[in-house]
């Protein structure tokens, strides 16, 4: 069954404090993983789509890297507007071309 | 270019009715998919239309439908609410015939006391 697992649930930061986020998954076959944030009572805002090992992207304080077992999402030097819920998803490949699987997201809190 | 609109924002309705949520794609998509996501968890897929048809459906029961129509707008429905229906419901929008990130929209908090 595809599954995707996010760690650590929540996390803290001090404003300027750096780390990374975890996204680990298994599919039957990768057609694509996505990175969106989402603040409360709203809907995912898309932040990267990767597709292939070894694949980065970077967006402001940003970037998300991929291996063929899991994604990471880099967050240097946040800011508290930076305090968001991140969520992981992948599209499998026999799943058609639409079809996400989502983790359950790591909540971030930036403390000025 | 507008992006991807619900309506409405917040719904509030009772045990055993019934439920019509609106949703309007970004300008050029084509496909659009419905997601239920419970409060502290990540959306789940509830199925996709394309062409006015359900192409794909995740493991939710037949109380709950959808149509989409000619202008590629949908509609997804639920029938005979139950209390665990009570989520935010996302539409997203694509393209279909890519492998391309699908938009968000703001969804619609749906309560069912």
């Known amino acids: 069954e595809d599954q995707v697992t996010q760690s650590p649930e929540a996390l803290r930061l001090q404003e300027g404090e750096s780390s990374s986020l975890n996204c680990s998954y298994t599919v039957s076959g990768l057609r694509g993983l996505f990175w969106y944030r989402q603040d409360p009572g709203k809907g995912p805002e898309f932040l990267f789509t990767?597709?292939?090992a070894g694949e980065e992207k970077e967006k402001e304080r940003l970037k998300a890297t991929l291996t063929k077992k899991e994604s990471f999402l880099h967050i240097t030097a946040p800011k508290p507007e930076d305090s968001a819920t991140y969520l992981c998803?992948?599209?499998?490949?026999?799943?058609?071309?639409?079809?996400?699987?989502f983790g359950t997201g790591t909540r971030l809190l930036v403390s000025p | 270019d507008a992006g991807v609109t619900q309506s409405p924002t917040h719904l509030i309705k009772t045990r055993g009715q019934q439920v019509t949520l609106r949703c309007s794609p970004k300008s050029g998509h084509d496909t659009v998919s419905w997601y239920q996501q419970a409060l502290g968890q990540g959306p789940q897929f509830i199925f996709q239309y394309y062409e006015e048809e359900e192409r794909q459906r995740g493991n939710f029961p037949d109380r709950f439908s959808g149509h989409q129509f000619p202008n590629y707008s949908s509609e997804l429905n639920v029938n005979a609410l139950l209390l665990g229906d009570s989520a935010l419901y996302l539409c997203a929008s694509s393209y279909w015939d890519r492998v391309s990130e699908q938009y968000f929209g703001p969804g619609t908090r749906l309560t069912v006391t």
């Open positions: 998803a992948v599209r499998p490949r026999d799943t058609g071309f639409q079809k996400l699987v």
């Open positions: 990767l597709y292939s």
